[in-house]
């Protein structure tokens, strides 16, 4: 009785609460069986959003579709959606199974089937040898797998992460993302997923939307973001970035002609135009020599030189700003006061309207 | 939505075609218990409409009008019209026509009109289905996310408290502009409310008495900073000081919830009255002659200050307590002394919630209306005041309301001063997050301080409630202190008869009906008390502020203004309920709802809200979520409103001496009666009775909440206990 997964769709939404505009006509699509990510800064929309998606809260404007289905005006418990919690909200006065039979109880399935199609999930969940335990009784990445057990027991439509990785610590993060990307694979889900971790959000998606100041900044594939940031706040949010200033003098076969401090450079033009732009220069776009290699090269000095472990880190003092500067570690590395010259790495740069 | 207007329309027509719409019979025989009086179509609104009282017939119209199909908001609008029409259409005839014709002036020029007496069981259906078709009619518009359960509770909870608080109150304001024959006489109002009696100096300028606004105030002053200034003593002992007897401490919390506020002033009586114990004794040993000096200001303001001490205290501790000990360890390492620390620190923090504290004790003063009768002597306050103008030789209805008037502005005031200025101003200094400090010892002059006031007064406290017991097992305090039980016996003589036991006690009648009363006056209170608190913590829609506004409201009505409003609001036509056992139950339910919203609040704050939600998105109602996950984790709160509610329906005198008939008297108000009658013994008896029943309800109780199960990290509400949340007694 598997339900074909649904698609996801915002058009033209505004949630206002008095004068403050929580997200600002906002339009998107989640296609079925993808899993997207709604990224960006505390404070930005996206939790309101997912909520919409939810009917937790419902839309001050525009239209929200799942399938074919205007669900705008029904509420939370009329959606074929399901959420798994920031703070899990697992009850804790019932047991594990109960919790996981929720759903199917109050949709008024007869108790002994509800149990069986909780059952089936706590298992598929790894769960089955804790059914009778209390939440409290759980670890923290037990009572996850609860939570999303107890999700996905009416088999929604849609599932829905609110930062599901930020209860837990570091190491287990990891695990645990890539076992909701399989979950999500393997049930063949339509998933909407929050976070404010940038890093997490690129390891797991499909598809990123990233959402600023109440809007979207960005809608891309993870690859897209990080080397095609559409604006500053892109470029800064989403991975590492310096960003320094320059100024666009000229072109020479469709590259432009980038000043920035004494030296010149030349760089792909994307949609810069000619005036003050934007240099983003990724932390490993950077690559250091010793002596002035045969393209044209910053002179700059190593400020302070970090080792940590997997690899390097290094602030360079340049004419045009200090640099982050991600490097391999070698037998030989840089250390401070080291002169250096700099090479930009084409690949890795883009300029950006400043 | 259609559904459910269908079953409303249903419930409407049924009770007009075949329930009693009136209270009384048509016969003329007296009524048995009318709410049992459910069917009996002769008597219906529709066969009494057809046979001539037209108006009636008015209620079919938007019944049947709201059949029209329809699922869309068009159709929901219809059906929120209907609804609102239909309630109009019910409480307009109620209100215009009453037992002797038009109720208002203007109408008289259509002749003196028809005449009909209260609504009975057809009425009140009528009404509550033309309110649930309206609620029906909201949530089918979207209203609280479209659910029926929350506008329908909303709605009912704004009903209930519209009938039986606000229109009390109005209805006070009216008849103050009304002479007692309920003709509109506005300079009536002037000379009675500018009367010198209320505001007269004469104790200022010359050797005559003062006005009873004058006198209420000032005492309301004295009791407020006595108060105020020994329950900071009690809680700075017991919080910061290594006192050895903290346990007392405790229990000097629970005292005034199980003590009848009169039971102070009888005991005081027994002391220093000309008569009692230490009046005879200073007689005896010293020939210092008897005095009546404890009856008038001094006896009301120490038996006030006894009565009202506990709650100073409460909210004293949680202000002490609300003290981070980061800031006070902080002054420490910056080299501030003990004293230095209090001076700068300490004692500012706690200024808005010493403000707090004299506020709760000025009103509680306002409104104490058994202390003033028993110990006021000439010495009068409005409570008492109020009270003889209605059951006394001249009565005066508007007198009365007059009276109340100026009481009730004096309580609003405190009241407003309170939510809007100390309220905001309470510094909390407790954040989310752990404080691992210690809570520093006071400095010496302060400590010793803080038991120099303590300490006798906690002495004090002792010996009166030891007096009461001891004064119940002798035969005359103050001249022969003879062991006895013949008070008990009096009061609680069982004999074992013939047809089986045989409760011949004189206070068995109204023990049995305080009791009974209380029991189901408690799980309604709680249960609208709780459905408030979920409505206010958990939902969101427009007017909540004014709705929590509303539900507060009845915390400042004095006890003696809700007596006098009910009497007036309910003694005529539509809602005719004077000398029923209903109106009693009705004037706990209302007067002590305000303590389960607080419990519920309280104990809902400490619910993730996301519980409710993933209940949401699991396919659950509000219903559902309520049943399965909010009321199963906020037992203890549930526990706590029951007990308090209960307790509060036993001890309470000032609203319900109004309210009393023969059938449904009051253990209080007995008590209040026998005091009156001089038989001080039978009075304490009963008293002590009546102490000791409610510490065994609140001991029970907490054995209860101790022995729930709380999961080792899940969420554990704490107990919010009824001691946390003193409230004006009365």
């Keep these: 009785m598997t339900k074909a997964p649904a698609s996801v769709e915002f058009r033209n939404v505004t949630k206002a609460y008095g004068a403050v505009v929580a997200v600002d006509d906002v339009s998107f699509v989640i296609p079925p069986a993808n899993l997207v990510t709604l990224l960006g800064p505390s404070g930005c929309g996206k939790t309101t959003s997912l909520r919409m998606i939810a009917g937790l809260e419902m839309s001050t404007k525009g239209q929200i579709f799942i399938g074919d289905k205007d669900v705008t005006h029904l509420s939370a418990a009329d959606r074929d959606v399901s959420m798994v919690f920031q703070s899990y909200a697992l009850f804790p006065h019932m047991s594990v199974l109960d919790n996981a039979a929720y759903g199917p109880s109050v949709q008024g399935k007869p108790k002994e089937q509800a149990r069986e199609m909780a059952m089936d999930k706590l298992k598929m969940l790894g769960l089955d040898g804790m059914v009778n335990r209390l939440p409290s009784e759980l670890s923290g990445g037990q009572q996850q797998r609860v939570a999303i057990a107890r999700a996905l027991v009416l088999e929604p439509q849609v599932l829905l992460f609110d930062e599901p990785l930020s209860n837990l610590d570091a190491k287990l993060r990891r695990r645990v993302r890539e076992e909701i990307r399989e979950l999500q694979l393997r049930l063949n889900l339509t998933v909407a997923y929050v976070t404010h971790d940038q890093e997490e959000a690129l390891a797991v998606s499909d598809k990123v939307i990233v959402m600023s100041n109440s809007r979207i900044a960005q809608v891309g594939s993870p690859r897209e973001l990080y080397e095609e940031p559409a604006s500053l706040f892109v470029a800064d949010f989403v991975g590492d970035s310096n960003l320094l200033d320059g100024e666009i003098v000229g072109e020479i076969n469709g590259n432009a002609r980038v000043r920035m401090g004494t030296s010149e450079v030349e760089l792909p033009k994307g949609n810069a135009k000619s005036g003050p732009v934007k240099v983003m220069v990724r932390p490993n776009a950077v690559k250091l020599h010793r002596t002035q290699p045969a393209e044209a090269a910053l002179k700059a000095r190593v400020g302070k030189a970090s080792y940590i472990g997997k690899h390097m880190e290094y602030t360079i003092e340049t004419a045009v700003g200090e640099l982050f500067v991600v490097d391999a570690v070698r037998p030989d590395a840089w250390k401070t006061g080291d002169d250096v010259f700099v090479v930009f790495d084409r690949s890795m740069v883009k300029l950006l309207l400043a | 939505m259609r559904k459910r207007a269908l079953l409303w329309v249903a419930v409407a027509l049924a009770a007009l075609v075949l329930a009693p719409w009136y209270m009384e019979p048509a016969d003329g025989s007296v009524p048995g218990f009318w709410l049992t009086r459910v069917i009996n179509p002769l008597e219906s609104a529709l066969a009494l409409g057809f046979g001539g009282r037209l108006w009636l017939l008015l209620a079919l119209v938007p019944a049947l009008a709201a059949l029209k199909p329809g699922e869309d908001v068009a159709a929901a609008r219809w059906l929120t019209a209907c609804g609102l029409i239909g309630l109009a259409l019910v409480l307009a005839q109620g209100f215009l026509i009453g037992l002797k014709g038009w109720n208002l002036d203007m109408l008289s020029a259509f002749g003196s009109g028809p005449t009909q007496g209260g609504m009975g069981t057809g009425g009140f259906l009528v009404l509550a289905a033309f309110l649930m078709l309206t609620c029906a009619g909201l949530a089918g518009q979207g209203w609280c996310r479209g659910d029926f359960f929350v506008v329908s509770a909303i709605g009912w909870v704004i009903g209930l408290i519209v009938l039986f608080v606000f229109m009390p109150v109005l209805n006070i304001l009216a008849s103050a502009f009304q002479d007692n024959a309920g003709h509109l006489m506005p300079a009536l109002f002037w000379q009675k409310f500018s009367d010198a009696s209320i505001w007269g100096l004469g104790c200022v300028t010359s050797g005559t008495a003062c006005g009873v606004a004058w006198n209420t105030v000032f005492l309301g002053i004295l009791v407020g900073l006595s108060s105020t200034i020994l329950g900071t003593a009690f809680a700075l002992i017991a919080l910061r000081t290594s006192f050895p007897a903290k346990g007392a401490l405790k229990l000097l919390a629970i005292l005034p919830i199980i003590t009848p506020p ?34 008038g200001l001094p006896g009301v303001f120490i038996a006030q200050t006894l009565a009202f001490t506990p709650a100073a205290y409460l909210v004293m501790l949680g202000v002490v307590q609300g003290i981070s000990p980061t800031l006070e360890e902080a002054a420490q390492t910056l080299r501030a002394k003990p004293f230095t620390i209090f001076a700068t620190l300490t004692w500012p923090l706690m200024r808005p919630g010493l403000a707090n504290s004299f506020l709760l004790g000025f009103v509680e003063s306002l409104a104490d209306f058994g202390n003033p009768l028993v110990l006021g002597g000439n010495f009068e306050v409005l409570s008492t005041k109020i009270f003889f103008a209605v059951v006394g030789a001249a009565t005066d209805q508007g007198r009365a309301a007059v009276l109340s008037i100026v009481l009730l502005s004096f309580t609003m005031m405190a009241f407003a001063a309170q939510q809007l200025w ?190 409710d939600e993933a209940s949401f998105t699991l396919g659950a109602s509000a219903l559902t979520t309520v049943r399965r996950v909010i009321l199963p984790l906020i037992k203890p709160a549930i526990l706590a409103s029951l007990v308090y509610a209960f307790v509060r329906a036993m001890t309470a005198v000032s609203a319900v001496i109004f309210l009393v008939s023969a059938e449904y008297n009051l253990a209080t108000i007995y008590i209040v009666g026998r005091v009156e009658a001089g038989e001080h013994g039978l009075a304490i008896a009963y008293s002590a009775t009546l102490i000791v029943v409610m510490a065994l309800a609140i001991y029970l109780i907490n054995l209860l909440i101790g022995e729930r199960k709380i999961g080792r990290r899940g969420a554990a509400p704490a107990p919010s206990a009824p001691t946390a949340t003193p409230v004006p007694a009365a």
């Design chain 2, 262 to 295: 009169f039971v102070i002033g009888l005991a005081l009586i027994l002391i220093f009255g000309r008569s009692g114990a230490v009046s005879t004794f200073l007689f005896q040993w010293f020939g210092i002659p008897p005095s009546r000096w404890i009856y």
């Design chain 2, 422 to 611: 100390v309220g905001r101003k309470v510094y909390t200094t407790i954040s989310g997050k752990g404080d691992a400090g210690l809570q520093i010892p006071l400095s010496r002059r302060v400590e010793w301080g803080a038991y120099f006031l303590a300490v006798p007064w906690g002495l004090f406290t002792i010996a009166v409630y030891l007096l009461i017991f001891y004064a119940s097992a002798v035969k005359t305090i103050g001249r022969d202190y003879t062991f006895t039980l013949q008070h008990y016996v009096t009061a609680f003589n069982i004999e074992s008869g013939a047809n089986g036991l045989l409760f011949s006690g004189s206070a068995w009648p109204s023990f049995f009906a305080t009791v009974k009363i209380a029991a189901i006056a408690a799980p309604l209170t709680a249960a609208i008390g709780l459905l408030t608190a979920y409505l206010l913590a958990r939902q969101s829609f427009a007017g909540k502020r004014a709705f929590e506004f509303g539900t507060l409201l009845s915390f400042a009505i004095p006890g003696t203004v809700v007596g006098v409003s009910y009497i007036l609001a309910f003694n005529v036509p539509p809602i005719e309920i004077t000398g029923t056992m209903l109106i009693l139950v009705i004037c706990f339910i209302f007067r002590n709802m305000p303590v389960g919203v607080r419990a519920g609040i309280a104990s809902l704050s400490q619910i993730d809200k996301s519980l």
